[in-house]
Nanobody
Framework: QVQLVESGGGSVQAGGSLRLSCAAS????????MAWFRQAPGKQREGVAA???????NYADSVKGRFTISRGNAARTMNLQMNTLKPEDSAMYYC?????????????????WGQGTQVTVSS
């Protein structure tokens, strides 16, 4: 059974940095597309970034140049380095995974989801 567990959320002032991690288990993830999504109260969930097994990446326009997605050992971990954070980045951040490539459809659908980690950026 695939499980995704996020960590690394917290509170930071605008301009600061946070690093989120997602630990995956229950499958061989080398061919999986893995992604970060976020959802703020009262807003729709939005894709933040995605990475496939070859290291190809996709980013939402709102985070390009500030966020960096990466994958770790045996593709079982995924990280999101978030720099120059803004109050509008405040949201619950979710790790997601699926067994096919990201490509142009990196925004969805995803079969597996973590429970989320909260990021709060104060002005």
């Amino acid at each position: 059974q695939v499980q995704l567990v996020e960590s690394g959320g917290g509170s930071v002032q605008a301009g600061g940095s946070l690093r989120l991690s997602c630990a995956a288990s229950g499958a061989t993830f080398s061919g999986y597309c893995m992604a970060w999504f976020r959802q703020a109260p009262g807003k729709q969930r939005e894709g933040v970034a995605a990475i496939d097994g070859d290291g190809n990446t996709n980013y939402a326009d709102s985070v390009k140049g500030r966020f960096t997605i990466s994958r770790g050992n045996a593709a079982r971990t995924m990280n999101l380095q978030m720099n120059t954070l803004k109050p509008e980045d405040s949201a619950m951040y979710y790790c997601a995974a699926r067994s096919w490539a990201c490509g142009r459809t990196w925004l969805g659908p995803f079969r597996y989801w973590g429970q989320g980690t909260q990021v709060t950026v104060s002005s």
